[in-house]
Every structure is written in C-alpha cells, then in structure tokens.
C-alpha cells in the first residue's frame, strides 16, 4: 500500500487546515506561522448537557398529522416548541464546548516551513528554519490515553495558555460558564480548567522538560482533584520516556494497518483519499474511545463546534462509519452500537409518546450523547429512516462478523423495535395496499409546512430493507419470523413515482418529482445504501434510468460535501465509473481545504451555493469541518473496486474506462469473505476467495469469456458458464477462479 505522507506548507491559517492527531476522545490539529506554532485540543466527550428537548406526547403523530393536513404551521411550531428556547443564562440544546490551544512560541528568529504526516505510525513532523538550519518537531498522540507529546530539536521555547475563554467569554458568560482556573506555573503541570455549570469539567494540562511538551486533557468536577490527578499521570508519562510512547503509537497503527484491504490503481488523487482517510477514520473510530460524532474530536477553539458536534443520523453518522466493514474493521463500529443501545428505554419512550407502541424505538435525527433530541426540526423528528437506516448498520455488522449472541441480544431487538414504529404509522388503503401517510424526504424543503407527502421513497425503501433484515435474521435465530414482515413486502409500495411506462421516474413522494437540486439523495436510497433493488434488472432499468437522468439534471448546485461521495457510490452501483472517479475528484478540489480537512460546504463560490451564498459573495466564509464526507469517499473507493447488489457480490463495478490496470486484496464482504481481484488490460484476469466460515458465495461471473474456472483446494477445476458463481464454502476455505481462455 502507498504511504501517502500528507504533507503541509506554513503558515497554515486555520485549525481545521491543520495536522491531525486523534485517538478517538482528545483530537489535536496543529498549525500556525513564523514563530508560532498553534495547537488546537479537543475533546469529543467535553458536553454540556444542558437544552435540548425531552420527548414527550406533545409531540405524537396524531397532532403533528393534522397540523400538517391543515396547514397549521402555528400548531407545528407550538408542538415542537423548546422549553429550553429563550432560557436567560441556559443554552437552546446541548452542545460540545470549545476547550481551547497551547501556542508553542520557538526559538527567537524562527519560521515554520512545512509539516508531514505518516499515516502508517501517526508521527508529525514540523519542520522550522532558524539562522539558515532546519529544525524538526515530532508530535504524537497515545491512542490508549489522553496523552500526547511534542519532542523539540533544542532548547528556548515557551508555551502559553490560549483557552477558548480568550475567543467565546461573551457566549460563556451568556449560557453561565465562569472563566477558567489557570494551573499555577511550575515544572510539574501548566494550563487550565474550564468549568462547566452542570457537567464534569475539562483540564488540560502540560509540562516542559527537557526539551519535550507532555500534555493531556481529563474530565471531572472537583478542580482540586483534576489538578492533582493530571498531574500525577504527567510526571508519570515522563518517567515512562518517549521510547515508551512511540512504541505504543507505532503499536497501535501497526495493528490498526495490519488487516486493512490493500488497494492499487491508477490514480493517485483517489490512492490519496482512501489511505490518508483511513489513517482519519482511525484517529476517528478508535474502539477505546468516543463514538463519532460530525467532528469527532477535532473540535475548533475560536467557535463553538456547528450543529454542536451531534450525533446526526440521517446520514451524517451513518457516512461517518462506512469505512468500518470495507477496511475490515468492524470493532470500530461496537462503540456506537453500545451508546445507541444504552439509549433504548428513552428511545421507547419516544415511541410510545409518538405512536402509542410499548415495543417500539425511535431514534430522532439529532441528539447528543445522551440521546437527547436537540429539538426544533419537526421533519427530523418524524424522519424514521434514521431508526431504520442503524437498524441496518448493525445487520450488517453481524453478515460480516458473523457473531450470534450480538444479533440476537441487540441487532435483532433494535430491528424489530424500528419496524414497530413503522407498522403503527401504516395504514390499508382502499385497494388493500399499505401506506405510509406522513413522511419526509430528509432535508428536502427543510420544515416548510410542504416538506412531508405520503409514501415518501426513502422510507419506503427503509421499511422494506427492514423487512427482509428481520426475517433473514428470524432465520438465522431459528425463530420463525413475524407474518407482518412478509405482509409489508406483499403490500408496501417499493417507491413512489412520478409518470409511468417509458417515462417513469422515482418520486420523493407521492406526486413529487425532484424539482430542484437537492443535497440528499435519498429518492436513490433504494440503490444505496438501502439496496432495496438493482438498478440493472428489468423491472427497474428503467425507472432508475430516469431517475438517474432528472438527478443529474438537476445538477450539484446546491450540495454540500457529503452528497458528493454518496453520489459517487450511485453512480458505481450504475456502472458509471468514469463519473464515480470524477464525482471523487471534484469533491477532493471544491469541498477539502489546502490543510486536507473534510468540509461541509463548498471552498469557493461558483460550483455550490450550500453555505456560499452567491458567485458574487467572495468574503471570507466561515469554515465549516465535518468528518463525514471524507470517509464516505474512503467507501466510494471500495465500492468502486468492489460492491454487492441484492447479495451478489460485483468486482470493478465502478471502474472508469480509462483504467487499464487496477488490484485489491482481502476485501471483505457480507458472509465473511474475503476477496483479491485482479484487472490488467481492462479485464478480469484474477479473483481469490477466503472464507473466514461457512457460507454460500454469491459473485456475478466477472470474466470476459463468460466461463469461470473454479478451483478448490483438494477437488478439479469446475467450470461456470452462468452469469452467477454460487458455491457454497466451507470456513478457513480459498477459492481460485480465473478466465477459462486463460489455462
């Protein structure tokens, strides 16, 4: 696998153009200019709790349905009213909190010049010029604690305490926060604690010895006590020595590295995105740390984070963690499992209070760590795709691992408890059809009193992926499935259209077709990442032709930057690589700032209005990071070298014409299979197999020829001539299958 250092030119101007360092709960991004080097810490965890809106039966179906029936915005707006809005000295909603930088100042007469980053081993390197020498900073981050270390190339440095105090006392002081305690100065610790009203507190601190910055953050509500205890485990570390902290590091990156599908194609853009996001996703997802959030830990101090730092589930959480299964590390995925499940009484309450099920659970689109539901958004609120849609993550956790006892004891409660929501908010029609009669598209027109219809297709498509999920997971169990599962795949509708015959497009919903640019593709869920049909077969080719077609139409106008690695998978699983290569590109040159950071609108007016304004708006715009977009494209990668279609597995499905040559290795996929493939020339010369147990495989014959030559360790080469391989393999099995014309 290519390395691909990243590399920075000082000054960088920005925290989030900055180098990163993570372990999943303390995030630092180090950057600045001259002779100041800044390093901004966060802290994926730092909440205060207070806001934010508690579900109760205010906000049930019934009425949120007859205000919109009727129009009612007031009755809308009075539903989803905040008790915690317009609170004087109380914030609106919970929110992570900006915690602040240590600003290293250098040696007199020094320039920062540049900056790399080896995503094999996460060491930093900062490079400065003094008197005509280069001198290199090494940084790391400790993936197993909140510790961290900067080793200098000489003497004469000083370090000053830069709490976001300094930037946001204004806001602070608004929400109640008092300013923050400054450690006293000595050789043992420096830095600071900010206090929180209602929530442990934060300190970071730091010593300065022997030419090395050791530094942490803790959480907790005694001042006192925090002091004394970051303290201690500082002059600890220091005992440990250095050595001891890069063997942890290159440890844990080693093993991190160890395993991950290895890639090579011929281009270096996306070679880039897939090995430099990856590095990220490990920084992002580390199992012993926070959940992903939209930043993760990579908080800014100038500003309080956007949108808090929540956890947003109606993709923004879900892209976060793509990268999980395609990179072959599903333990990264067991934290958010956990906080979800933890959350499981209030979110049958949410249930309860919203449709009157006891068995039910509903997941709002918005909520922090606590599940708490940040409020306000009524479409976000009513938009059970999101339940669905983690549903799904955690199906697909187990296809992959294989582990029965999480299937059964959380995969399978939290699908049945978020297909209980969905059978209570369905209805008979007069034709003996079920329907679905308040749904939204997500985002599509905001919470205008006209963002709802019936039968919207994503939750048509989330509802029936669903149903296939439990009955496949009955089975596994040995349980017999629930008759209504198989009811609501007799009887709900597929998607909602627009036109019919030659002119039939997916609508949004019922009567709605895409009228305008739009950031969510979610009228396409049904391709992904709901795979609710194949774009390819016969009853669809069409439709989704159509739907393709008006999409593209519509044009990018209006999209942030998640939409463009989504779109990019949608285009693969169409069989337009060329587009799902170029989708990447555009994406890594409008929506990624000249420090690598992920952002959520676009970097310059002209291609994307989202966050710009106008072509004539050319001040300076406010930077908006999320970790989202680049790990979604980390997954278009894979999924244009390899993806599965209504369970068949497809190799090179989204390679560009131009690709000539193109390999991975030990992919995995669904079952627990590993797969290599090899393109030279344009065409499939090679595919490896591995069963990490027992299964039936599922590929689409990949060879020009039409016949695969199967081979087996211990039995003769079978040859097959139909468009799908189906072989059933044992686990710890290899299967070899090459082009017949080829022996």
Same mark, same amino acid.
């Given at each position: 696998m290519k390395t691909n250092t990243a590399e920075w030119k000082f000054p960088v101007e920005s925290c989030h153009a900055g180098i990163p360092l993570g372990n999943a709960t303390t995030g630092l991004e180090i950057w600045g200019g001259g002779d100041k080097l800044k390093i901004t810490i966060g802290r994926a965890d730092f909440w205060d709790h207070r806001g934010g809106m508690k579900w109760t039966e205010k906000q049930n179906y019934r009425d949120i349905r007859d205000c919109l029936e009727r129009g009612d915005e007031d009755g809308i707006k009075a539903i989803f009213a905040s008790e915690t809005e317009n609170v004087e000295g109380e914030p609106e909603r919970p929110s992570i909190v900006s915690v602040g930088r240590i600003d290293i100042l250098l040696p007199k007469d020094s320039t920062l010049r540049r900056g790399s980053l080896d995503p094999r081993n996460g060491l930093a390197l900062i490079e400065y010029e003094r008197e005509g020498r280069v001198f290199v900073i090494e940084a790391r981050m400790d993936m197993e604690s909140q510790l961290f270390h900067l080793a200098f190339p000489e003497s004469g440095f000083e370090a000053e305490n830069f *709490?976001?105090?300094? #930037?946001?006392?204004?806001?602070?002081?608004?929400?109640?926060?008092?300013?923050?305690?400054?450690l006293p100065k000595s050789a043992a610790s420096r830095g600071w604690i900010q206090r929180l009203p209602a929530d442990p507190g934060i300190c970071v601190g730091y010593l300065i010895d022997d030419g090395a910055l050791w530094g942490t953050t803790a959480l907790g509500s005694d001042t006192k006590e925090l002091e004394k205890r970051v303290e201690a485990f500082l002059l600890d570390a220091r005992g440990r020595g250095a050595a001891n902290l890069a063997e942890s590091v290159e440890r844990w990156w080693t093993n991190y590295w160890n395993g991950v599908p290895e890639i090579s194609i011929p281009n270096d853009a996306l070679n880039y995105i897939y090995t430099y996001g990856l590095y990220k996703f490990g920084c992002f997802t580390n199992p012993s740390g926070v959940p992903a959030t939209l930043q993760g830990p990579w908080i800014e101090d100038h500003e309080?984070?956007? @949108?808090?730092?929540?956890? #947003?589930? %109606?993709?923004?959480? !879900? &892209?976060?963690?793509?990268?999980? +299964?395609k990179a072959n590390k599903p333990e990264h995925l067991r *934290? +958010?499992?956990?906080?979800? @499940?933890?959350?499981?009484?209030?979110?049958?309450? %949410?249930?309860?209070?919203?449709?009157?099920?006891?068995?039910?659970?509903?997941?709002?689109?918005?909520? $922090?760590?606590?599940?708490? /539901?940040m409020g306000g958004f009524w479409t976000g609120a009513v938009d059970h795709a999101c339940t669905a849609w983690v549903a799904k993550m955690t199906h697909d956790y187990f296809l992959h691992t294989g582990d029965d006892d999480f299937l059964a004891n959380i995969a399978f409660p939290f699908m049945k408890g978020a297909m209980r929501v969905?059978?209570?908010? &369905?209805?008979?029609?007069?034709?003996?059809?079920?329907?679905? *009669?308040?749904?939204?598209s997500p985002e599509f027109r905001g919470a205008r009193m006209d963002a709802w219809g019936v039968d919207a297709s994503f939750q048509l498509a989330a509802a029936r992926q669903l149903a296939e999920r439990l009955i496949s997971a009955a089975e596994t169990l040995g349980t017999a499935p629930d008759p209504v599962w198989e $009811?609501?795949?007799?009887? +709900?509708?597929?998607?909602? /259209?627009?036109?019919?015959?030659?002119?039939?497009?997916?609508?949004? @919903?019922d009567g709605q077709d895409l009228?305008?640019?739009?950031?969510?593709?979610? +009228?396409?869920?049904?391709?992904?990442?709901?795979?609710?049909?194949?774009?390819?077969?016969?009853?669809?080719?069409?439709?989704?032709? %159509?739907?393709?077609?008006?999409?593209?139409?519509?044009?990018?106008?209006? @999209?942030?930057?998640?939409? &463009?690695?989504?779109?990019?998978?949608?285009?693969?699983?169409c069989g337009n690589g060329d587009m799902a290569e170029l989708t990447l590109e555009i994406w890594r040159k409008v929506y990624v700032n000249e420090g690598h950071g992920t952002l959520h609108d676009v970097r310059f007016p002209g291609f994307s209005i989202m966050g710009r304004g106008?072509?004539?708006?050319?001040?300076? /715009?406010?930077?908006? &990071? !999320?970790?989202?977009?680049?790990?979604?494209?980390?997954?278009?990668?894979?999924e244009m070298l390899l993806h599965e279609r209504r369970g068949v597995i497809h190799l090179f499905p989204g390679v560009p014409s131009t690709w000539s040559d193109a390999e991975f290795a030990r992919m995995p996929v669904a079952g627990g299979f590993l797969v290599s493939a090899k393109l030279a020339v344009g065409i499939?010369?090679?595919?490896?197999?591995?069963?990490?147990?027992?299964?039936?495989?599922?590929?689409? %014959?990949?060879?020009a020829s039409g016949a695969a030559s199967v081979k087996r360790a211990n039995k003769k080469p079978r040859i097959v001539r139909s468009p799908l391989i189906e072989i059933e393999m044992k686990a710890n099995e290899t299967l070899v299958a090459t082009d017949e014309r080829n022996l």
């Open positions: *709490p976001s105090w300094n #930037h946001l006392e204004d806001y602070f002081r608004s929400v109640s926060m008092v300013e923050p305690h400054v309080m984070p956007p @949108w808090s730092s929540d956890y #947003h589930f %109606n993709i923004n959480v !879900q &892209m976060c963690y793509w990268p999980a +299964l *934290p +958010l499992f956990d906080l979800v @499940w933890s959350w499981r009484e209030s979110l049958a309450e %949410n249930a309860r209070n919203f449709i009157g099920v006891d068995d039910g659970l509903m997941l709002p689109h918005a909520v $922090d760590d606590r599940g708490t /539901f969905y059978e209570a908010m &369905m209805e008979e029609t007069d034709d003996g059809a079920l329907t679905l *009669p308040l749904t939204v $009811d609501i795949l007799k009887r +709900l509708p597929e998607a909602s /259209f627009v036109g019919d015959g030659e002119s039939a497009k997916i609508a949004l @919903w009228d305008e640019s739009h950031r969510h593709h979610s +009228l396409l869920a049904g391709i992904c990442p709901f795979d609710s049909y194949d774009p390819h077969s016969e009853r669809w080719r069409i439709a989704a032709a %159509n739907t393709i077609n008006n999409w593209v139409e519509k044009g990018m106008g209006q @999209w942030s930057g998640w939409s &463009m690695p989504w779109a990019s998978m949608l285009h693969s699983r106008g072509i004539h708006n050319t001040g300076k /715009f406010r930077e908006v &990071m !999320q970790m989202d977009a680049g790990m979604g494209a980390v997954a278009a990668v894979c499939v010369v090679n595919v490896v197999v591995e069963s990490r147990r027992d299964g039936i495989l599922r590929m689409a %014959n990949p060879f």
